[in-house]
């Protein structure tokens, strides 16, 4: 069955380096996304990408994130200078279709540890 | 306020027996989806089931099926003969019409007991 791998499942980084996680997303979608999971806490939506630009972003995504789809198979999320409160768990998502009622497809995340 | 509300924390119920998990919602859109995923110990989250809110019928899948009152705003998600495999958080979420986004609720950690 195709899923969505993201890469690496856990990173620890010092705060104030850039990171770079890694989403290859299932084959025929279209749609990207990322969410975070504060330990504890609910999954928060960061932005969405299609088309090769941001269609929807939150207020948590500010200028110290990007997102790239930097070839035909990889999507990420670029943290340019980490903080403490980046710590959480970080999914990438795709979707055929944009329709209300098609599923997100969830990685298994990776769990970025900023010290 | 609070777009989805999941107002249990924690959930335990006996194996094979059912349990209801509740989850309300606030949208004023008129054409909106609701979606219940599985957060099992290891991470990731899996996708149970959808609910539209033009959809008539419950949904249902497998021992899934979801209790939809729209005039409450409420889409419970109702697990019959439960399972030691169901023991997981479970979250509600809801995406409103025009949007990309998911928009979800804190969780209910469900325990199943042997």
């Known amino acids: 069955e195709p899923e969505v791998t993201q890469t690496p499942s856990h990173q620890v980084t010092q705060m104030g380096q850039e990171v770079i996680l890694r989403c290859v997303p299932i084959s025929n979608h279209l749609y990207f996304y990322w969410y975070r999971q504060i330990l504890g806490q609910k999954v928060e939506f960061l932005v969405s990408?299609?088309?090769?630009?941001?269609?929807?972003k939150s207020e948590i995504f500010d200028d110290q994130f990007s997102v790239e789809r930097p070839d035909g198979s990889n999507f990420t999320l670029k943290i340019r200078s980490t903080k403490l409160e980046d710590s959480a768990m970080y999914f990438c998502?795709?979707?055929?279709?944009?329709?209300?009622?098609?599923?997100?497809?969830f990685g298994q995340g990776t769990r970025l540890t900023v010290v | 306020a609070q777009k989805i509300t999941q107002t249990q924390p924690g959930m335990f119920v006996q194996e094979k027996e059912a349990v209801t998990l509740d989850c309300t919602y606030d949208t004023s859109d008129q054409s909106y989806g609701l979606f219940w995923y599985k957060q099992p110990s290891s991470g990731e989250m899996i996708f149970l089931i959808y609910?539209?809110?033009?959809?008539?019928q419950n949904a249902t899948e497998g021992r899934y099926s979801l209790n939809f009152q729209k005039a409450r705003k409420s889409a419970n998600l109702v697990i019959s003969a439960s399972q030691l495999g169901d023991s997981a958080m479970y979250f509600c979420a809801m995406r409103e019409a025009y949007r990309r986004a998911l928009t979800f609720g804190s969780g209910t950690r469900l325990q199943v007991q042997p």
């Open positions: 609910q539209g809110s033009y959809d008539e």
């Open positions: 998502a795709s979707s055929e279709a944009e329709v209300l009622n098609t599923e997100a497809f």
């Open positions: 990408f299609y088309n090769n630009e941001i269609s929807e």
